[in-house]
Each structure stands twice: as structure tokens, then as C-alpha cells.
């Protein structure tokens, strides 16, 4: 893997592509974890004396009226604040104003270019990969760097593009290359390994169960998901999540590697979608036709325990439960505490299950919790990921 340890950045002129992509409302940051997360990269730069120049999305520009709501001005500002020096923000992603402003930077000067995707307006250039701009945003800089994990699985001009036009100086930063290393752990996991699925479709998860069923010593699955898998075995599921279109899907791999998947023995059901309803825990046999199961039950976490308790490497992604719902979160948070406590190398996968172990305050305890949520699927489901080949 190229990292940015490996190219010569000394004084250069480094264009990094960062995600920025924070939750925005009325100008104001919700979260600066994304913001907080880059600061590796763009310190070690700046540490050697480099000129550097940032670019980011933030949220779809579709139209007119989404520019403002996806301005990059109050980034601009935090990262300010962080950096504890200025940072010039350039409300534009082409033409004179910025070229002049690179033109003119010195060692250690930060340049933010306005949100990548307002080129996305004029014929959607930055999300597919317009050729021109590419080699035009490359042409302002000596080196790229991308440090973008939430976007590595999609081909746009200020990933792919800059990288394609600056062949042997483009690496990875720190970010992604932490990402990157825990993910690849799970070309060769060390055995047993275990895989654990939960969330809501299965439609989800096809391709890493595709891709997995066959390294995987075990897939527990759980969430609306299993219900699927459930029903794919004749058990009555009342009114709990059905991916329909997937059945015969489930239906195959049960056959195929039945051996492998485990599926609950028993829910926590309810007759409605809320967290104020008395929830009964039932034997998979037992759920009513008015009934859907909202977690697993108390004997499936026990022995989802028994077949991790031995486990190497454990990938988990997707929820077991409505963890959103305080009822419904008991097993998932149970679970992660478990692996935890017995010290696990264990990946959480991107997305919810990521957002359930930060609010048990466990996302800090585990091996790796990745913090791409299409990108990381995409990288389970086996697939070649077009910002990685760029720079490979
Ligand atoms: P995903 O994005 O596929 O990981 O799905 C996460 C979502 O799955 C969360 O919003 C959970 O509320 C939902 N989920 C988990 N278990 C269930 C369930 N038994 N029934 C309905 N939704 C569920």
C-alpha cells in the first residue's frame, strides 16, 4: 500500500482529498469528528513544510438550492480553529480566485476549495469522473493524497481523477491506510472467524454473504434480516420484516451452507413498531401472525456468545435489534460488551452497528471500527474499489 510516508512532500504543493462531509444544519456543525479525523494527515504535511490544499464533498448538489446548504465555508472556520492557523477558503472549485490563491501560498499555508460536488451541477463532473476536471484540479498541485475512505468505492474526479494525473505521486493518508490494513486482516482472517449480520434487508448484505459464506466458519445473522431467513425456512414471522424479493436467495444459501448459518432461536416480538409497547419473548415457533420480532431473544444472545467465545477475528456488521428503541438495543450492546471484555479482534463494519457500539461507549474498544459505510460493504463484498486502484 503507497501511504504518504512513501512520497517526497517536503515543500510541495499537496492536494489532499479529505472527507468532510459532516452533518450541517442552519451553518452549523453537528459533529466534527470527520474534521478531527483528518487532522493526522494534514499536520504531518504541514510538518514538512508543504503547501496544502484540501478538497472535500458535502451532501448532494443536485440543484441550485442545495449549494448553500452544502457550502463548505463553516468547515473552513472549525478546521481554523483546530489547526490554530488560518486556513483560506475559496468559495470556488475552479478559475482565477483559486489559481491565484495557490499561486501565492507559502510553506505551511492551507488552502480549502469550496465543496468538489457544486461541479456536479454543470453535468454532474465530479461524480462521474469528468476527464477534464480531474486533470485540471491535479494540475494545481505536486502530490495527492487521498484520505476519503466514505468514497474509495466510487470512481469521481477528485478521487480517481487527480490520482490518474498524477501517476507516481499519489498515495493514501493515514486514514485510509488505517482503514485499509484492519479491512485486509479479513482477506486472511485469522480462524475461527465469525461473521455477524444483523440490520434491516437482506438485500443489503447478498454480496458479503456471498463473498464471506465460504471464509466464515460461522455467519450468525440476526436484526430483520433473519426473518427472511426465518420465513425461508417455513417459520411464521407475523409481521416482522420480510425481504420478499430475497427469499429464494436465502433460500439457496440455507441449502447450500446451512452448516454455516445460524439464525435465532428466539425473538423479542411486539405488535408494534414502537418502544412503547410490552414487548414477549418467544421460540421462533411460537411468533403470532400479529406479531414482529424487534430483536433476538435472550437464549439466541446466549448462544450467539457460545460460538464467539472462541472466535479469532469477528467482522460484525448490521444491528441485532431496533437499537434506536432503548427496548430493543439489550443484545446488540450485550454482544459488543462480550467481545470486548473477552478481547476479540473484532471489526465492526461501518454504518449503524458502528453508531450503536459509539453510543454504549464501545466503539473505542474494539480492534477497528470502520468509518465507511458503502465503501466498507463494498470492500466486504469482495469488490475492486476504483479509489484504491488509482493509487495502486
Ligand atoms: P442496516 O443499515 O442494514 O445495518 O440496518 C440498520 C437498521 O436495521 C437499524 O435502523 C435498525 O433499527 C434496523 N433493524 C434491526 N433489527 C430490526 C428488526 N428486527 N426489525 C426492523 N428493523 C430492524
Redesign the pocket.
Known amino acids: 500500500m503507497k501511504t504518504i510516508k512513501d512520497l517526497n512532500i517536503d515543500n510541495k504543493k499537496v492536494l489532499i482529498r479529505c472527507d468532510f462531509n459532516v452533518p450541517l444544519k442552519d451553518g452549523k456543525i453537528g459533529d466534527d469528528t470527520r474534521i478531527v479525523s483528518s487532522l493526522q494527515t494534514i499536520n504531518y504535511c504541514l510538518e514538512k513544510n508543504a503547501k496544502v490544499i484540501l478538497l472535500s464533498h458535502l451532501g448532494r448538489v443536485k440543484e441550485e438550492a442545495d449549494l448553500e446548504k452544502n457550502n463548505l465555508a463553516p468547515v473552513a472556520k472549525r478546521l481554523e480553529e483546530l489547526l490554530e492557523r488560518p486556513v483560506t477558503f475559496i468559495d470556488e472549485t475552479r478559475g482565477e480566485k483559486l489559481e491565484e490563491a495557490i499561486n501565492n501560498m507559502k510553506d505551511g499555508d492551507v488552502v480549502l476549495i469550496q465543496n468538489t460536488r457544486y461541479e456536479d451541477l454543470d453535468g454532474k463532473k465530479e461524480s462521474k469522473n469528468d476527464e477534464e476536471l480531474g486533470k485540471y484540479w491535479a494540475s494545481l498541485g505536486d502530490v495527492f493524497i487521498n484520505d476519503a475512505f466514505g468514497t474509495i468505492h466510487r470512481a469521481h474526479a477528485s478521487n480517481v481523477g487527480i490520482a490518474t494525473n498524477l501517476p507516481g505521486n499519489s498515495a493514501f493518508g493515514f486514514l485510509i491506510e488505517k482503514e485499509l490494513t484492519a479491512l485486509s486482516t479479513l482477506d486472511n482472517p485469522e480462524k475461527p472467524f465469525m461473521v455477524v449480520l444483523?440490520?434491516?434487508?437482506v438485500s443489503?448484505k447478498i454480496g458479503v454473504i456471498e463473498n464471506l459464506v465460504t471464509k466464515a466458519d460461522k455467519i450468525l445473522i440476526g436484526?430483520?434480516m433473519a426473518?427472511t431467513f426465518l420465513k425461508a425456512e417455513n417459520y411464521e414471522i407475523g409481521t416482522?420484516?420480510l425481504d420478499e424479493e430475497n427469499l429464494e436467495f436465502c433460500k439457496r444459501i440455507l441449502k447450500e451452507y446451512g452448516d454455516k448459518i445460524v439464525l435465532p432461536v428466539d425473538v423479542a416480538v411486539t405488535t408494534e413498531y414502537s418502544n412503547d409497547e410490552e414487548y414477549k419473548v418467544r421460540l421462533i415457533n411460537e411468533i403470532e401472525y400479529n406479531e414482529?420480532?424487534?430483536?433476538i431473544g435472550p437464549e439466541t444472545k446466549e448462544a450467539f456468545a457460545n460460538h464467539l467465545k472462541n472466535a479469532k477475528t469477528v467482522l460484525w456488521?448490521?444491528?441485532?435489534?431496533?437499537?434506536?428503541f432503548e427496548k430493543y438495543k439489550k443484545h446488540t450492546d450485550e454482544l459488543l460488551q462480550f467481545l470486548v471484555d473477552n478481547d476479540i479482534k473484532t471489526i465492526l463494519g461501518g454504518?449503524?452497528?458502528v453508531a450503536a457500539a459509539a453510543a454504549a461507549n464501545l466503539k473505542e474498544k474494539v480492534y477497528h471500527a470502520s468509518t465507511g459505510g458503502g465503501a466498507t460493504l463494498e470492500y466486504l463484498e469482495g469488490k475492486t474499489l476504483p479509489g484504491i486502484e488509482a493509487i495502486k
Not at 292 to 295: C, H, K, N, P, S
Not at 317 to 324: A, C, D, T
Open positions: 444483523g440490520g434491516a434487508k443489503d436484526g430483520g426473518f416482522s420484516l414482529m420480532g424487534l430483536d456488521n448490521g444491528p441485532l435489534g431496533v437499537y434506536e454504518g449503524d452497528i
